[in-house]
T-cell receptor, first 113, second 109 residues
Framework: SQTIHQWPATLVQPVGSPLSLECTVE??????LYWYRQAAGRGLQLLFY??????ISSEVPQNLSASRPQDRQFILSSKKLLLSDSGFYLC????????????FGSGTQLSVL | QKEVEQNSGPLSVPEGAIASLNCTYS??????FFWYRQYSGKSPELIMS????GDKEDGRFTAQLNKASQYVSLLIRDSQPSDSATYLC?????????FGTGTRLLVSP
């Protein structure tokens, strides 16, 4: 069976500090990978998605970036965090070329102070 | 017009009642529809998928799809306090799912 791991679970960072969130998927090959952000009381905002190694599509202009160095690894980064980057970050995966149902990781609660 | 619309709620129902959650979408070519449950502070969990018009039942959950009306709903029978959560409707778009903002359901004992 497939599993998705996301860490850390919580993170408190000062404004201007860097960020690196990591996500890995096990039990499947060539998954589509996604990063979402959910601000308090708000809906899910798609940040990035990837259909293969090195292939990243950005949905929203921002100071965040994503990378996919390996087939089942997806990384969300920032060089300098802003207060507005606070939120609940969710990594998700879906099967390649199927119906795009998503399976989410456990999420990272990021507080930028 | 939002791509996927849901009433934010809260929808309050007593224990044992039927909870009815609704969702409308704007993209007529959408083919797949999903309901996710999200407890406070947790990640969304897939509970139902539906791909064709009509009803699909899974335990206490029934998903209903009407593509002509661009409408999908989720019925929860015999609602339990543990069903209290936010329910997210999701609809396939181009290479991604589009989520509604969710309906908060409160089931009172």
């Amino acid at each position: 069976s497939q599993t998705i791991h996301q860490w850390p679970a919580t993170l408190v960072q000062p404004v201007g500090s860097p960020l690196s969130l990591e996500c890995t998927v096990e039990g499947t090959s060539n998954p589509n990978l996604y990063w979402y952000r959910q601000a308090a009381g708000r809906g899910l905002q798609l940040l990035f998605y990837s259909v293969g190694i090195g292939q990243i599509s950005s949905e929203v202009p921002q100071n965040l970036s994503a990378s996919r160095p390996q087939d089942r690894q997806f990384i969300l980064s920032s060089k300098k965090l802003l207060l507005s980057d606070s939120g609940f970050y969710l990594c998700a995966w879906s099967f390649e070329q199927i119906n795009e149902k998503l399976f989410f990781g456990s999420g990272t609660q990021l507080s930028v102070l | 017009q939002k791509e996927v619309e849901q009433n934010s709620g809260p929808l309050s129902v007593p224990e044992g009642a039927i909870a009815s959650l609704n969702c409308t979408y704007s993209d007529r070519v959408s083919q797949s529809f999903f309901w996710y449950r999200q407890y406070s502070g947790k990640s969304p969990e897939l509970i139902m998928s539906i791909y064709s018009n009509g009803d699909k039942e899974d335990g206490r959950f029934t998903a209903q799809l009407n593509k002509a009306s661009q409408y999908v709903s989720l019925l929860i029978r015999d609602s339990q306090p543990s069903d209290s959560a936010t329910y997210l409707c999701a609809v396939t778009g181009f290479q991604k799912l589009v989520f509604g903002t969710g309906t908060r359901l409160l089931v009172s004992p």
